[in-house]
């Protein structure tokens, strides 16, 4: 059973906003911190933002920064991404991930130790 679930993918013409959803299915855990990252067909799986629940602090790729917002809900193992003026280089599938080790960066997929399926996100132009 795939331990996190994300939801909230789809077509978009550029400029236009989506928002990601992903919580935790089934498995019962507790988790320091979760992220997103992407992967366009090709390319490496790439971080895009993360929150770090024990300060509530965000973190963001310089490509998203002020287009893009994470939050969440830490004892729930839910987080969300509010993506607002998309282009089409955002286009990818989008993972969300969950840190069980308090690692020291977030910005790595080593960093998580649970991920979800991902959900497709295209952008038009």
């Known amino acids: 059973q795939v331990p996190l679930v994300e939801s909230g993918g789809g077509l978009v013409q550029a400029g236009g906003s989506l928002r990601l959803s992903c919580a935790a299915s089934g498995r019962t855990f507790s988790s320091y911190g979760m992220g997103w990252f992407r992967q366009a067909p090709g390319k490496e799986r790439e971080f895009v933002a993360a929150i770090r629940w024990s300060v509530g602090s965000t973190y963001y790729a310089d490509s998203v920064k002020g287009r893009f917002t994470i939050s969440g809900d830490g004892p729930r193992n839910a987080v969300y991404l509010q993506m607002n003026l998309l282009k089409p280089v955002d286009t990818g599938v989008y993972y969300c991930?969950?840190?069980?080790?308090?690692?020291?960066?977030?910005?790595?997929?080593?960093?998580?130790?649970?991920w979800g399926q991902g959900t497709q996100v295209t952008v038009v132009s």
């Open positions: 991930a969950a840190d069980l080790r308090a690692s020291a960066s977030l910005g790595f997929p080593a960093d998580y130790d649970l």
